[in-house]
């Protein structure tokens, strides 16, 4: 079930908040989580049950490290969670790799054998990581144990964030699983956070993945220098506003059941280096490897080598987090030598270069990335990447040329898309906000909200009569 689904916007969701908000207080996690596992059963069937015993794993995981047994607890916690992630995500990569290996260094191998396809579970890679980071700041001793499994499985498997993110902390929310207020104020919040997100998703997200879609789904020798550049355009335009659009999404329902998760991009396209990205880019995951995998490797507190080194296993990692491809894996050490690269002087002659320039050179960078991020594989990402500088051939008559995407639809879509990827309404609403706080005047502050609240029914309106109208709707996140 999707966010951006009629299922979900005009029955699943409805029902939910109103049940919700009738029960008592105190019946309310237990209904959360109940309805959190439906809402994941839905799509998943029984897969739910992994959901299920990787949360089981962690709880008692936690209880078991703050009782004494410290290292053991964490064992199992480590063993069990990755057992399961390495299993559903990564067992065709890891049996595939090695027969590759194996035949390129013509060593002895049965080719009959193969791996059954291993199906892999929507959102594991999230739940995974909260589970982790969850048992790993007991064993720091930054957070107690939570002795009620169904407290604890609320955290795990709320509906909100639980198949696209934010990767939300224990710590953050421990107090509002206690006891959290709800407000027709914050509820106001949640729903606009939600809309606003929707319509990313929906308006801008989806018209530019049809484009990327069509473009990479296509022969190399059917498009041309300037159709490869679109494609790339789109799908960086589309990566972000399906992105940071569901994590609006996730945001806006935690606010509405009472949660607040925190923000997960901010504005990473504004970035004027690689480094400015990553603390811009996907923060939640940034800032999980961070602390769970780069400051314990010793992060730069050891030589200069030593930090090279633990950049490169943070962002292989983190490439290998969002795939199970060799493409992924490509994809985050790339982005890791451009790090270390700042960090050994680029950074500071990017710094002394003018704004536009660094700009440019960031979205260069990040824009070559996704070609690797995208492509199926690494000889289409390397096919891609020769269109995109020229030096590949095409078919006498090309069939997706330039004219071919490019009409009224793509224009308005691409003005909002730049419009929105950098903070210009933010600031603009920021001070329209700030006027109306000035204001003596009763009157402009009922007409500027009322407006508002107009302006964003309008935009949900019509954005579910194009979700209505246009069936394409991909969900990027099965990968992950």
Known sequence: MLFSSAIFLFLYLPCFLLIYYLIPQHWRNAFLFAASLFFYAWGETLVVFVLLLSTLINFLAG?????????????????GSLSLLIYYKYANFIFYSIKGFAE??????DNDINLAQVALPIGISFYTFQGISYTVDIYWGRIKANRRFLDYGTYIAMFPHQIAGPIVRY??????????SISVEKFGVGAERFIIGLAKK????????????????SPSTSYS???AWIGIIAYTLQIYFDFSGYSDMAIGLGKMVGFDFKENFNYPYSARSVQDFWRRWHISLSSWFRDYLYIPLGGNRG?????????????FMTGLWHGASWNFVIWGLYHGLFLLAERAGLGKKIERAPGMLAHLYTLLIVMIGWVFFRADNLSEAVLYLKK??????????????????????????????????????KKFHEQISKLQDRSKLYSFQIL?????????????????MYLAADTYNPFIYFRF
């Not at 390129?104 to 191998?109: D, E, Q, R, S, T």
């Not at 710590?171 to 959290?180: C, G, M, V």
């Not at 929906?202 to 789904?217: G, I, Q, S």
């Open 388 to 425: 995109m500088v020229g030096i590949s051939t095409i078919s006498s008559s090309v069939t997706l040329s330039v004219d071919y995407f490019v009409d009224t639809e793509l224009i308005i879509t691409l003005l909002f898309g730049l419009l929105f990827v950098v903070p210009t309404y």
């Open 303 to 315: 030589t200069k080598w030593q930090t090279y080194r633990n950049l490169l296993i943070v962002f």
């Open 225 to 227: 220098t300037g159709t």
């Open 448 to 464: 500027f909200d009322t407006g508002y609240v107009f302006g964003l029914f309008v935009l949900f309106v019509g954005t579910v």
């Open 202 to 217: 929906v308006l801008l997200a989806n018209t530019f993945a049809n484009v990327a879609d069509t473009v990479f789904n």
């Open 63 to 79: 209880i078991i490290i703050e009782r004494g047994q410290r290292r053991f607890g964490l064992l199992l916690s480590l063993i």
């Open 171 to 180: 710590a953050d929310i421990a107090p509002e699983l206690q006891e959290r």
């Open 104 to 109: 390129a260094f013509m060593l002895p191998i």
